[in-house]
Antibody, heavy 121, light 110 residues
Framework: QVQLLQSGVEVKKSGASVKVSCKAS????????ITWVRQAPGEGLEWMGW????????HFAEKFEGRVTLTTDMSTSTAYMQLRGLRSDDTAVYYC??????????????WGQGTLVIVSS | QSALTQPASVSGSPGQSITISCTGSSSDVGGSNYVSWYQQQPGKAPKVIISDVSNRPSGVSTRFSGSKSGNTASLTISGLQADDEADYYCSSFSSTNSLVFGGGTTVTVL
């Protein structure tokens, strides 16, 4: 079955960068994209961007443009999300997801377990 | 403020049906076939229950159904069960080439 396994909790200082990994298994990684979504404590879901695992083409939410880098490594079926210039309001759980059971990348169906990123001053 | 508007909470008794609305605009819900619904239990990742407005991905209970009329999408849960208590989020493709979410609805089983 489809599984997305994310890296563990990160604690960072303001201004630092964080890189979260998302290792995929159970499907053909290169045939689908990876969406990144975050959720601040007690808040709703926020779309950050999407990357095609095969071509590396990316799409970002305007507010993250220039501050987020999405990459994939097809040799290990792993996707990465790097967020730079961390601020306290970047404290959130970060999720990766893939559209394996959907007809399009605009409906991610299978999600990782989430990675908590805590930004302290 | 979320791009899509959902009621903050909806409640129902076991066995009843409830409906959650998700209102957007012609730039997203009204103009998109890519509306999804997610269920999120406390401390867990979201789980898809509806894709492409009304499709249930494999493994999702038939008690969940989705529809759309104009700029409003709806999720109906029939035969409400205790373990349906969760937060529910809608999402839609937006003409700004982005994915937008609703603010979430907490479902309480009385």
């Amino acid at each position: 079955q489809v599984q997305l396994l994310q890296s563990g909790v990160e604690v960072k200082k303001s201004g630092a960068s964080v890189k979260v990994s998302c290792k995929a298994s159970g499907y053909t990684f290169s045939a689908y994209g990876i969406t990144w979504v975050r959720q601040a404590p007690g808040e709703g879901l926020e779309w950050m961007g999407w990357i095609s695992a095969y071509t590396g083409n990316t799409h970002f939410a305007e507010k993250f443009e220039g501050r987020v880098t999405l990459t994939t490594d097809m040799s290990t079926s792993t996707a990465y999300m790097q967020l730079r210039g961390l601020r306290s309001d970047d404290t959130a759980v970060y999720y990766c997801a893939t559209e394996y059971r959907s007809s399009s990348r605009w409906g991610p169906t299978d999600w990782g377990q989430g990675t908590l990123v805590i930004v302290s001053s | 403020q979320s791009a899509l508007t959902q009621p903050a909470s909806v409640s129902g008794s076991p066995g009843q049906s409830i409906t959650i609305s998700c209102t957007g605009s012609s730039s997203d819900v009204g103009g998109s076939n890519y509306v999804s619904w997610y269920q999120q239990q406390p401390g867990k990742a979201p789980k898809v229950i509806i894709s492409d407005v009304s499709n249930r991905p494999s493994g999702v209970s038939t008690r969940f159904s989705g529809s759309k009329s104009g700029n409003t999408a709806s999720l109906t849960i029939s035969g409400l069960q205790a373990d349906d208590e969760a937060d529910y989020y809608c999402s839609s493709f937006s003409s700004t080439n982005s994915l937008v979410f609703g603010g979430g609805t907490t479902v309480t089983v009385l």
